[in-house]
C-alpha cells in the first residue's frame, strides 16, 4: 500500500481499521453499504441483498485526523 500524507498537516499516515462490534462480541472492520439506511425491527438496519465494502481507515501521527475510504476491491 502506497505512502500517505495527511490532507491537512501533512504529516504521515497510518493504516489502520475501524472495528464494527456486533452481537456476542462478535468483531470485524467496519463496511460502507449502498443506498440510504432502512430500519429493521430484528437486526437494526436493513443490509440483506446490499453491496458492501469494508472500510480502509487511516490516522495521521501528527495532527489524528481519521480519513476513511471504501474501494471496490
Do not use: H
Not at 1 to 24: H, Q
Amino acid at each position: 500500500m502506497e505512502a500517505r500524507s495527511c490532507p491537512r498537516c501533512n504529516g504521515r499516515m497510518e493504516t489502520g481499521f475501524i472495528v464494527d462490534e456486533g452481537d456476542y462480541s462478535a468483531k470485524r472492520v467496519a463496511r460502507w453499504y449502498a443506498g440510504p439506511p432502512e430500519e429493521s425491527m430484528w437486526t437494526g438496519l436493513k443490509t440483506w441483498g446490499r453491496r458492501f465494502v469494508e472500510v480502509q481507515t487511516f490516522r495521521c501521527e501528527r495532527c489524528a485526523l481519521l480519513e476513511s475510504y471504501a474501494p471496490e476491491k
